[in-house]
């Protein structure tokens, strides 16, 4: 059973990290729109309603042209991708921190670590047994509080 158990852990703790990750790719465009969009109106609020071309250019690429200037004044494909990477995870570093971090100091511990575990335990853990039995998975294979777990049998909680 401790076998299993360790299993159960391991398939929580991967489909929390896929599951965020996928999350961040099919999202990505609509936040760099809403981004676009949010800096556009600080802009124009900054401007009485209306911005110039160069009120514009800043709104837009403000973070680019830093990019470019950091590096000498021209940009790498690969120096870009490297920016854009570490951009990515951070994000992603920032969702699991703020998932995880039971004390809210910006900080991971093991102690952080094992109470998550511990409460998806046992929601996962329906008859509250001290086992996770194949019927007590979700049925799509999805975890995570946004997705809507299929009830079974509720007279066993």
Do not use: C
Request: charged residues 30%.
């Amino acid at each position: 059973m401790r076998k299993t158990t360790g299993l159960a852990l391991a398939f929580v703790a991967l489909a929390g990290a896929v599951g965020t990750t996928a999350y961040a790719e099919n999202n990505a465009s609509a936040r760099m729109r809403e981004g676009t969009m949010m800096r556009l109106d600080k802009a124009m609020e900054d401007s009485n309603g209306t911005i110039s071309f160069d009120q514009f250019s800043d709104a837009m690429n403000a973070r680019l042209k830093k990019l470019v200037a950091d590096n000498g004044g021209k940009l790498t494909v690969a120096q870009l991708a490297d920016a854009l990477e570490k951009a990515r995870f951070e994000e992603m570093a920032k969702r699991i921190v703020a998932r995880y971090d039971t004390k809210g100091d910006g900080t991971l511990t093991t102690e952080d670590i094992t109470g998550r575990e511990k409460k998806v335990f046992a929601m996962l853990d329906r008859n509250n047994d001290g086992k996770i039995e194949r019927n007590e998975l979700p049925k799509n294979g999805r975890m995570g509080r946004h997705r809507q777990w299929d009830g079974g049998d509720d007279s066993m909680q």
